[in-house]
């Protein structure tokens, strides 16, 4: 892998700040006409991955954020969700619980979508539409002795 140029370093650099390969190339003293293809080119290069990769697993070292760690909050915050609070009133000018109770159903199904795609457990579905012929070609007598 090649060494990169002192204005390639200061794409990384900026790149970390927001994940905005444009605004990176710009801050990184690129031009801003031609920024967005410049960002684009340059995250395609693999000497630039592996530079963002190590900084980007530096900097999770350096903080303490692991794949556990992001799980574990998920979870933890999913648990929280759900635990039912009471709904208060105002009765005779003293604040008392009404009976009903309410959680944050919407954080609770965030989290689980949350662990759910790091799981695996959902499966993106595109539905492709064509309309014609689709060229077949079929090699006969591969892998059978008895073609002519």
Same mark, same amino acid.
């Given at each position: ?8 370093? @200061?794409?990384?650099?900026?790149? #970390?700040?927001?994940?905005? !390969?444009? $605004? ?5 003293? =690129?031009?801003? *006409? ?14 630039? @991955?592996?530079?963002?990769?190590? #900084?980007?697993?530096?900097? !999770?070292? $350096? ?5 556990? =760690?992001?799980? *574990? ?76």
């Amino acid at each position: 892998m090649k060494n990169l140029t002192p204005k390639q370093a @200061q794409f990384c650099q900026e790149y #970390l700040i927001d994940l905005n !390969a444009t $605004k990176a190339a710009e801050r990184a003293g =690129y031009s801003a *006409k031609t920024a967005n293809e410049q960002g684009s080119r340059l995250l395609a290069n693999v000497s630039i @991955q592996a530079e963002l990769k190590k #900084l980007q697993t530096k900097r !999770a070292e $350096k903080i303490e954020v692991t794949q556990d =760690y992001v799980l *574990k909050t998920i979870f933890d915050t999913i648990e929280r969700c759900k635990q039912a609070e009471p709904v208060m009133m105002k009765e005779d000018g003293k604040w008392v619980e009404s009976g009903e109770y309410r959680f944050d159903s919407q954080a609770v199904l965030k989290g689980a979508e949350l662990l759910g795609r790091h799981l695996a457990m959902f499966t993106d579905k595109t539905k492709v539409a064509h309309e014609g012929e689709v060229p077949v070609s079929i090699k006969v007598g591969y892998g059978n002795s008895n073609a002519d």
